[in-house]
């Protein structure tokens, strides 16, 4: 960054030692002007040597020359009659004769090129002295100079502030829309500020202490400084202030933080920035709308749970508990779409494929082919669990970089990068609780109306060569699918609700499979289940399943470290090993067998009918249900990872085994969604819509990153979060009809949060949560199963009858394999109009 020159010394009244000048001491009649009863030796004394280097060069005559020439020109001039003043008047443009004389000219552009000049001015400002002098400084020309600078520099400035209203201001047609917020940069506004207005923004950028190159921050200061003078000329200079108001906004700001925010030029005044939030609103409103007619969307929806307070409370003005329902819309740019066909090859499709259910065979056979590639991927977890233990150093292994170590390929994974983010637009929630079958109705109408599609004829347009994807819980999807089939005679399309496809969420459904691990496997204090895992970690609120506060997150937690607490003992017991770092001596592909081996004996369902084969002499129940803990859990996390890592292949591959573990578990629920999943990918779908399915309605990315892949339904529980914490709304006037004006907004809100926080440097405050390590937990459980001896065969070791784990999948399995499972599901679809309770009393009649 280019500066101007040193602003200070035209102003500094300092000796040139850097001394502040002394009192004046003057006998009577003696005058202050010093400097003129100097000699000329006196002169050159006073003139450091730096000033002489720099005014002079190598061919320069020496001081005396100097002033025996100035002498003799002040003598000529005297002679003449013109005094200094007229000559250096003449010499600067005096009158028109002197501007038009070439001697002049040239001698005139000479002087006001000359490197000279400035120390000239300044010893005119600050006339110099002997470094050991007493008397008191000549005043020489400060005061002319002085007021010469400030009118100057004020005249400049007035200009510059001029010439930078129009990079400051903001239309108001534009102001709220996402493209100009995130345009308006500091950075980029101190380069335009650097051309605009040069030197306010050097003086300011000098006065902070910094030279050239110095700290962005200083930039920021300066930019923001220039933006609240400019503000004060006109309101209508507040790009910067309309961007700090809405951040503020958002981040807690109160009114009258606001108040005196504005009063200092620094935001825009309350009520813009309210009224801007609705605009903000409309416009994302119409932004989606726009975008749904150029790519495929899907939406979810939730219930949402927001306390309203009143601060006096009268009949008509109580405090409640509010119970609505939230909505978002997402879409991906780079998403194909959908043919115009798709919507009739739909009601094709799923009119013949009711004709031809899936039977127990089928649900067979896809387990069958599935298993194989579901256990490379077992196979690489229990490896994981080797390679990531401390002991056994795996950034010292020789081996490291072997491909056998790496993870295998994923089976169908979804693409990532920038251009493959999704993008999220909240609707408005609205005051109907998602509680029955009525509300859901009124629910696919209010979201409709929001998207625009209100009168009879845009709802049929859309209903016969649109789709509509709806993602939620269970219990949405559920009631969702019920309306379907209450509606099955309807009169037109759009209320048979014709164009819809309806897709449970993966998040719900990771809890439904760890609660169901959690009922299976808690056990008691004393043996050696989950519940004796909770007490020896001290995890508390983990003996009872919960379906609020952070239970799942604490269980999941729990559920990884006794699983790698688990596979390091049976590393240790079937490698022959006192340590794992003793298996650093092992090759790659030693490793690798070894890790079959442990799936193979200690995690997988031959494994276990190979146990209950025995006979009761030979059989080591603790050993079984270790066996069967491995291989549940293993299913879990491996349908963890795909899911973080967007494999939908492997997902896929997992569905026939989870529909074995919830029917053997009695989750009725999730059994008959898997199921109606597997019949819409195998029969009822035409292909666009499976691949649409797969890629765009089991998974979202907002981020584009590797890794960062979430379930739809959990993307909707962030943006509750949002609602509700983030980005929540306070105050005696926060009704329902406020929420659904703000929440389409939050969308822009975010951008705007995320881009001046990086401009700031404080985006990864408060962004994320450090997870305190581990490994101590698991050390501590691995000690307590390798001092048990649970891991080593022991043939006769029997458990209490109600320690005996059963094996759901197992269980599950038979159901099906005897065909009363799919029987009562192909019931349950033949009835136009069945309650939902009929799968739940079927499916508890096969028990």
């Given at each position: 960054?280019d500066t ?23 006998s ?9 009863q ?9 003139i450091?040597d ?5 005014d ?6 020496t ?11 002040l003598?000529?001039m ?5 005094k200094?003043?007229?000559?250096l008047?003449?010499?600067?443009w ?5 501007t ?5 000219r040239?001698e005139?552009t ?11 001015l ?24 002085n007021?010469?600078s ?23 047609s534009?102001?709220v829309?996402?493209e100009?917020l995130?345009?308006?940069s ?7 500020l650097?051309d605009t ?6 003086l ?5 202490g910094q030279?050239?190159?110095?700290p962005k ?11 609240m003078?400019?503000?004060t ?9 309309k961007?700090?108001?809405l ?5 807690g ?6 108040d005196s925010l ?15 939030v ?6 994302c409103?119409?932004?989606?709308r726009?975008l ?13 749970n ?6 006096s409370?009268?009949l008509d ?7 609505g ?8 740019p780079?998403?194909r779409p ?10 094709n499709?799923r009119?013949?494929?009711?004709k031809?259910?899936l039977?127990?065979?089928?649900i067979m ?5 599935s298993?194989?590639?579901v256990e490379?991927?077992?196979v ?7 390679l990531d ?6 950034k010292?292994?020789?081996g ?29 929630t ?15 109408n ?16 859309f ?15 559920e ?10 005679e ?29 009922k ?7 043996s ?14 983990l003996?009872?399943?919960q ?10 937690e729990?559920?990884?470290?006794v ?10 017991v079937?490698?022959?090993v006192n340590?794992l ?6 090759s790659p592909e030693?490793?690798?067998?070894l890790?079959?081996?442990?799936v193979?004996r200690?995690a997988?369902?031959?494994?276990i ?11 080591d129940?603790?050993?079984r249900n270790l ?7 293993l299913?879990?996390?491996v349908?963890?990872d795909?899911i973080?890592?967007?494999?939908v292949?492997l ?8 529909f074995f573990?919830?029917?053997g578990?009695?989750?009725?629920k999730?059994?008959?969604?898997i199921?109606?999943?597997?019949q ?13 399915v797969?890629?765009?309605c ?13 379930g739809?339904?959990k ?16 105050g ?19 951008i705007?949060a995320?881009h ?17 390590s ?5 050390v ?5 199963y ?5 891991h080593?065969y ?7 009858r ?13 159901k ?8 009562c599901?192909k ?6 109009r ?5 799968w739940?009393?079927l ?5």
């Open positions: 960054m101007a020159h040193d602003f200070d010394n035209i102003f500094d009244t300092r000796d040139i030692d850097g001394n502040e000048p002394d009192e004046p001491e003057l009577d009649g003696e005058t202050n002007e010093i400097f003129l100097d000699t000329p030796e006196d002169l050159d004394d006073n450091s730096d000033e002489l280097d720099e002079t060069d190598a061919q320069a005559p001081s005396s020359q100097l002033s025996s020439k100035v002498r003799h020109i003598d000529e005297d002679r003449t009659n013109l200094l003043a007229d000559f008047n003449g010499l600067s005096g009158d028109q004769a002197c038009q004389d070439a001697k002049i040239t005139q000479i002087l006001l090129h000359s490197q000279q000049l400035h120390s000239i300044q010893r005119w400002a600050v006339p110099p002295r002997m470094s050991r002098s007493k008397k008191r400084r000549a005043e020489g020309a400060s005061p002319i100079v007021a010469f400030i009118d100057y520099v004020r005249n400049t400035m007035h200009k510059e502030l001029s010439d930078a209203a129009k990079p400051l201001s903001s239309p108001a534009m102001d829309r996402v100009t995130t345009e308006t500091f950075e980029g506004m101190a380069n335009t650097q207005a040069p030197l306010l923004f050097n300011l950028y000098s006065l902070t030279t050239a190159g110095g921050k200083t930039e920021m200061i300066v930019v923001m400084i220039i933006a003078i400019s503000y000329r006109s309101h209508h200079r507040n790009r910067l202030q961007l700090l108001s951040y503020f906004k958002f981040k700001l109160s009114a009258k933080g606001f504005h009063a200092m030029a620094l935001t825009m005044s309350h009520k813009w920035t309210s009224n801007a609705e605009r903000i609103s409309e416009q409103m119409e932004e989606v726009a749904m007619k150029l790519y495929p969307w899907t939406i979810s929806y939730d219930n949402v927001i306390p309203f307070r009143v601060f409370q009268r003005n109580q405090g409640e508990h509010g119970n329902t939230a909505g978002t819309i997402y879409m991906k780079k998403a959908l043919s115009i066909a798709a919507n009739a090859d739909l009601k499709m009119a013949a494929g009711m031809t259910p039977s127990s065979l089928d056979d896809l387990a069958q082919t298993y194989p590639r490379k991927f077992m690489y977890r229990v490896l994981q669990c080797l233990s401390p002991d056994f150093n795996r010292t292994y020789f490291r970089n072997n491909p056998l170590l790496q993870p295998p390929p994923p089976l169908k994974p979804l693409p990532t990068g920038p251009d493959h983010a999704a993008l999220q637009f909240l609707l408005g609205v005051n109907i609780a998602e509680a029955s079958y009525e509300d859901n109705a009124r629910l696919i209010e979201w409709f109306n929001q998207l625009g599609i209100m009168d009879p004829e845009q709802r049929k347009q209903s016969t060569s649109n789709l509509a994807f709806w993602i939620g819980d269970q219990l949405t999807v009631r969702l699918r019920g309306i379907f089939k209450f509606r099955a309807d009169e037109n399309s759009f209320e048979r609700l014709d164009f819809s496809v309806f897709i449970f969420g993966w998040f719900h459904l990771q809890m439904a499979f760890a609660n169901s691990l959690h299976q496997y808690l056990g008691t204090s004393k050696r289940g989950l519940k004796q895992a909770f007490q020896l970690l001290e995890k508390k609120g003996t009872k399943p379906t609020k506060g952070p239970f799942f997150h604490d269980l999941d729990a559920l990884h470290e699983a790698e607490a688990h596979f390091r003992e049976d590393w240790r079937l490698g022959r340590s770092a003793d298996l650093r001596s092992s030693e490793l690798l067998k890790a079959e081996m442990i193979r200690r997988s369902s031959d494994a009918n190979s146990m209950d084969s025995k006979s009761p002499s030979h059989q129940d603790q050993l066996t069967l803990w491995n291989r549940d859990v299913q879990y996390i349908l963890d795909a973080q890592n967007g494999d292949g997902m896929e591959d997992m569905l026939p085994h989870l573990r919830f029917v578990g009695g989750n009725n999730y059994a008959g969604e199921m109606e999943t597997l819409g990918l195998h029969r009822e779908w035409p292909a666009e819509v499976k691949e649409f797969r890629e765009h089991w998974l979202v990315n907002t981020t584009g990153k590797p890794g960062m892949f979430c739809v339904d993307a909707q529980e962030h943006n509750i979060k949002e609602i509700k914490v983030t980005y929540r709304s306070e005696p006037n926060i009704k329902w009809e406020y929420l659904k004006k703000l929440h389409p907004a939050i969308r822009t809100i975010r705007v995320v001046v926080e990086k401009a700031f440097g404080t985006l990864s405050r408060g962004a994320k949560h450090t997870k305190p581990r490994e101590k937990d698991i501590k459980l691995q000690r307590s390798q001092a048990s001896g649970y080593n022991k043939a006769g070791r029997k458990v209490k109600k320690m005996l784990i059963p094996d759901y999948a197992t269980v599950g399995a038979t099906v394999i005897t065909g009363k499972v799919i029987q599901w019931d349950l679809r033949s009835f136009e069945a309650t939902t309770e009929v739940d009393d499916l508890d009649d096969t028990t």
